[in-house]
């Protein structure tokens, strides 16, 4: 298996199609079969209660599967994502950044398959968990 971007290059090119996004999220690791990517938390991303919100927690899992499908596959903008199962486990820990451990199960030539382990910064327990299914555009 290999890498068709680099850490740097993905980041780049995230940042070029998504720049909506580019104070939220960053690439922590990158190998050709795993991604963490982390939630830069700010208060947009709290819910009443000081914990960070369901959408934040579904974004970066979403985020992480499209980073690691582009990072194998090139920079194909119109991957998108066909099915989600999301469990919230735990309530992460306030002030605290979201990391994501994002691993593809399977690359195939119309679907990819991942999970996401979700944990709030430095802690052991995860906090939610995903499993994401992305199409994958034509040639």
């Known amino acids: 298996m290999t890498l068709a971007l680099t850490r740097d290059e993905l980041a780049e090119y995230l940042h070029e199609v998504f720049p909506q996004i580019r104070d939220d999220f960053a690439i922590d690791d990158l190998s050709p079969e795993r991604i963490t990517m982390r939630l830069l938390t700010a208060e947009r991303h709290l819910r009443p209660g000081g914990t960070v919100s369901g959408p934040s927690m579904f974004a970066l899992a979403d ?8 990072a194998r596959i090139g920079k194909k903008a119109l991957a998108v994502t066909t099915n989600c199962s999301l469990d919230f486990m735990r309530k992460p820990e306030a002030g605290r950044d979201l990391i994501a451990e ?3 199960l399977k690359l ?10 979700m944990f709030s910064e430095g802690g052991t327990d995860p ?5 994401m299914t992305y199409s994958i555009p034509p040639a």
Not at 110 to 116: I, K
Not at 127 to 131: G, T, Y
């Open 63 to 70: 985020v992480a599967v499209y980073a690691m499908v582009l």
């Open 102 to 104: 994002c691993r593809l």
């Open 127 to 131: 906090v939610a968990r995903a499993s």
């Open 108 to 117: 195939g030539r119309v679907l990819a398959v991942a999970d996401v382990l």
